[in-house]
């Protein structure tokens, strides 16, 4: 069997590790220590599935989507409805139980960065029901085009700090983020919400997001009596597609898909799509693809999704795509948003712009597979947020075509 789990460097093959100050050192060592005591106790996983069930909604449901199966002419294709969680996504899994391991380390703040919001809704979503303050680190521009769920996550009582340096986005916010955690790490928790930063990070929001794929492959088992053929995930750093992956990863058989923003063009700055494009580096306290120039500087990126504008991705889809495990592609802006429209069109499901990258590389896949193979999508969330961008978008198509 493939071990996904690091070595005691805390990297996966040459990927991963620990990039940090000496000050941030022994807070990682408790926190991995705790993971790993905590990740086999019987009490703290009876309460963290006891959350999952009644408070997150799960599991959430695998649906046919017959009619985009119709439309693609191709493989019959599922859709894992992540978007029907508490919270609206997948985030909801990893802060459950990264709040739950603050809780038994005694913390009193949580802290998170934000692209997207779904991650820092979800941290506002726990920090209320467990009691903690917390605060929300979100770039200005991602503020601006996510402003429902800024509203959600100060209803939800989260201090939201706007980050103006840099490109103002998701990059941004995760530096604020780890200044401030180096300078509060004593009663502050960082809930890092993708599978990057130093271990035991990547590891942990791994462990909290595989259910999506343990349900996947159960619920497929038991209605098809057999794996699907291809499992297909948006990746940005990566958490929604390595949470289905891990669990079909010693299933030959069964191809990993990962979707990244193709942007508006191949030429730097343009796009987000740091396996497809970019080399190793270090970034946030790891070792992983990234997206950078030749004197090692990283560089701008874009993308029509908030949750997928970074430059960097964790240090397991940089191991998977090392190793041939998976297979990583991209997805325009403008094949998102297509993907979205239909989606909305055809299944009545508003999904998420960066499960709307998934879905534009699902048609694609399934028109190769053929009729009578079967398709996974992660669906990682859902579009509401995202109704403002879809908007402004078709606007500004339709004044382009006039």
């Known amino acids: 069997m493939m071990s996904m789990r690091p070595d005691s460097r805390g990297r996966f093959g040459e990927f991963g590790g620990r990039y940090v100050p000496e000050t941030v050192m022994p807070a990682l060592e408790a926190l991995a220590g705790e993971f790993e005591r905590l990740r086999e106790d019987a009490r703290f996983n009876e309460e963290l599935g006891a959350l999952r069930r009644d408070y997150a909604g799960r599991p959430t449901a695998l649906y046919e989507a017959r009619r985009l199966t119709e439309a693609w002419d191709g493989a019959r294709v599922f859709l894992k409805r992540e978007d029907l969680a508490h919270t609206g996504a997948h985030k909801i899994n990893n802060t459950i139980g990264q709040a739950l391991l603050a809780r038994e380390m005694k913390k009193e703040r949580l802290i998170a960065e934000t692209g997207a919001g779904q991650h820092g809704v979800a941290t506002a979503t726990v920090a209320a029901l467990f009691g903690f303050r917390a605060a929300v680190f979100m770039g200005a521009e991602d503020m601006r085009r996510q402003a429902p769920n800024v509203l959600r996550m100060r209803l939800l009582g989260a ?76 990746v940005g750093g990566g958490s929604n597609a390595l949470g289905i992956f891990l669990p079909f990863v010693d299933d030959d058989t069964v191809a990993l898909v990962g979707v990244e923003a193709g942007g508006r063009g191949a030429a730097p700055g343009e796009h987000a799509a740091s396996l497809t494009r970019g080399s190793p580096g270090v970034l946030h306290g790891a070792m992983s693809y990234l997206l950078q120039d030749a004197d ?38 403008t094949e998102a948003l297509d993907a979205f429209c239909e989606t909305a069109r055809l299944e009545g499901i508003l999904p998420a712009l960066e499960s709307s990258h998934a879905l534009a590389r699902a048609r694609i896949e399934a028109k190769a597979l053929g009729r009578g193979r079967c398709l996974v999508v992660c669906l990682s969330g859902r579009g509401d947020k995202d109704l403002g961008i879809v908007s402004e978008a078709r606007e500004e198509s339709a004044g382009g075509r006039s």
Do not use: M
């Not at 983020?177 to 300078?183: L, P």
């Not at 004593?186 to 794929?213: C, D, K, L």
């Not at 057999?226 to 499992?231: A, G, H, K, S, T």
């Open 159 to 234: 201090e939201v700090i706007a980050v103006t340096t840099g490109s103002a986005t998701l990059k941004d916010a995760t530096s604020e983020a780890i200044r401030d955690w180096v300078a509060t790490v004593r009663n502050t928790h960082y809930v890092i919400g993708s599978t990057v930063g130093p271990h035991p990070y990547p590891e942990i929001v791994a462990h909290f997001q595989r259910v999506i794929g343990e349900e996947t492959r159960a619920e497929f088992l038991r209605r098809e009596g057999r794996l699907p053929d291809c499992v297909v995930a948006a």
């Open 296 to 333: 090692r500087q990283v560089i701008a990126t874009h993308s029509i999704s908030a949750g997928l504008d970074y430059p960097g991705v964790g240090p397991q889809h940089s191991h998977l795509k090392t190793i041939g495990r998976a297979r990583y592609e991209t997805a325009s802006d």
